[in-house]
Structure formats: C-alpha cells, structure tokens
Antibody, heavy 122, light 108 residues
C-alpha cells in the first residue's frame, strides 16, 4: 500500500529556514517523479517543485533559488529545503506521487500525503 | 505558463441533482487534464485524468469531457459526500503543472 507521510512543518519567522520530509512506503521514490504541492490557507493548489527519477529538479518561479527538492533513496524519503522563508510561503505542503507514466503523461497525482503546515510569521 | 480558469466559483446544488463544472485553459492542453476533489482538512483526491478516464475506485456518477481548451466535470446525481471543492489541472506543458482556482460545490 502506498503511503506518504510528511513531517517538519511548523512556525518560523521570516527569513528563517525549514526542511520538510516525506517518508514514502509501498513504492520507490527513486523510480518515480515526485513533487511538492502547497495550498495557502483558504486558497487553491500550487505546484512547488519536482524531482525526476533521473534526479533532475525544477521549481516554481515563486520559490526558485530559495527552495530545493531532494531525496534519499536509502531512506525512501523526499525532502524540501526551504530557505529565506516569507509570509506568502505560509501553506500546507503536500508530498505528491504521480500516476504511473505508463498509464498517463506525467501530471495526474494519484497519491498525496496528509500535508504539513508551514507558518511564516513574526 | 498555462493558466487554468474554473467556473463557477461556487455551485449550489440539491442532493440528487446534476452538477456541471467548467475548466478553461489559456492554450490547448489536448486531453492532458485531470480533476481532483478536496474535502475540508483532507488532501485532494484524483477523480479523472486524460480528460475523461476515471481514476481507480471513482464512482461512475463522475464523468469528464472536453479537449483542447474547454473541459467539463459532471456529477450526475449529487450525493452528500460529493459536496467539496473541485480542481482541474493541466499536464500538457510542464513544468509547471498548473491548477484552476477551484469550484466549491455546496448544498442548495
């Protein structure tokens, strides 16, 4: 059974850093495209970062240069290192696994974690 | 970046009635369009991908249609558990994958 369990969220001040973790089970993160998607309070969904199975990464313009996605294959865990946090980074951050690309082009997310709340406030 | 626009923002429907939600893309996304349902305090759930293919375990009352820039999600007979927020997402041009702003389906 596929499971994604995020951790690491919390309250931080503007300019500080935080690292989110997503422990995966039931599949190998190394063989899948994995993303972080966030949702500000009362708002919609925003894609944040992706790591391809080959290790290439991309991030949204809004977080480029501040956030870094990575993974530890030995721990089957995905990470999001967030630096220089701003108030508008306040959101629930979801770890996301894409639907098997043999079924559909990469994009539909078939498994989500429960989310971890990051609050940036002084 | 492809912009996804959903309408209406809120849809008031009585249980048992049909609900029709719309999603428009700023440029063609072919049929690379997914729909999600999100209930308060929960993560989104994949309903539809490929514009019209139901995801595993999704009830037949959910159906999707469209291609190019215009898409529709139809819930044929609303059940109490269907009142939620629905998002569309394009995955034709990525990154970034982009979502619509959501349509809230509420009880009339």
């Amino acid at each position: 059974e596929v499971q994604l369990v995020e951790s690491g969220g919390g309250l931080v001040q503007p300019g500080e850093s935080l690292r989110l973790s997503c422990a995966a089970s039931g599949f190998d993160v190394s063989n899948n495209y994995m993303s972080w998607v966030r949702q500000a309070p009362g708002k919609g969904l925003e894609w944040v970062s992706v790591i391809y199975s080959g290790g290439i990464t991309y991030s949204a313009v809004s977080v480029k240069g501040r956030f870094t996605i990575s993974r530890d294959n030995s721990k089957n865990t995905l990470y999001l290192q967030m630096n220089s946090l701003r108030a508008d980074d306040t959101a629930v951050y979801y770890c996301a696994k894409y639907l098997d690309p043999r079924i559909a082009a990469t994009g539909p997310i078939d498994f989500w974690g429960q989310g971890t709340l990051v609050t940036v406030s002084s | 970046e492809i912009v996804m626009t959903q309408s209406p923002a809120t849809l008031s429907v009585s249980p048992g009635e049909r609900a029709t939600l719309s999603c428009r893309a700023s440029q063609s996304v072919n049929r690379n369009l997914a729909w999600y349902q999100q209930k308060p305090g929960q993560a989104p759930r994949l309903l539809i991908y490929g514009a019209s293919t139901r995801a595993t375990g999704i009830a037949a009352r959910f159906s999707g249609s469209g291609s190019g820039t215009e898409f529709t999600l139809t819930i044929s007979s609303l059940q109490s558990e269907d009142f939620a927020v629905y998002y569309c997402q394009q995955y034709n041009n990525w990154p970034p994958w982009t979502f619509g702003q959501g349509t809230k389906v509420e009880i009339k």
